[in-house]
């Protein structure tokens, strides 16, 4: 199952990447999020979520390129996905704007049809490209 959304901002590409790196950033893509570990350009974070009419917590691991922009992993308890990854990519579209695009590609453990999960992760993405735009137009 693969998710993707991109946008443009008004902001060289060098100023994206510096807030992109920033633990604000980080937890402003998903509610109620916190940083547990930061070591050597990887973070892992904690979030309390509802899913599938159950409370929980999900853990996901980002990890910053040397191009500028995230990778990001989901620590898959075996649940609902057997693995779900994500990357934010950067790319100049000039010297003043930046192209952002957000993609995650993720796979389903064999009792979870992905259909009952397909909306939820396009509002899921929809969520984090608005919390990124709003981070990257804001400083």
Request: contains cysteine; charged residues 25%; neutral net charge.
């Amino acid at each position: 199952m693969k998710f993707e959304n991109e946008f443009v901002v008004r902001r060289p590409l060098a100023a994206c990447a510096s807030v992109l790196e920033s633990d604000t950033t980080i937890t402003s893509l998903f509610p109620d999020t916190q940083i547990v570990s930061n070591a050597g350009g990887v973070r892992e974070t904690r979030t309390r979520v509802s899913a599938l009419g159950a409370e929980t917590t999900v853990r996901f691991v980002f990890e910053s390129r040397p191009d500028g922009g995230m990778r990001f992993e989901k620590i898959c308890d075996g649940r609902v996905w057997r693995s779900l990854e994500g990357n934010i990519s950067l790319a100049a579209v000039n010297p003043e704007t930046t192209r952002v695009v957000i993609s995650l590609d993720g796979s389903t453990r064999a009792l979870v049809p992905e259909f009952t999960i397909r909306g939820a992760m396009q509002e899921q993405i929809e969520q984090m490209a608005t919390a990124l735009r709003r981070r990257l137009e804001q400083v």
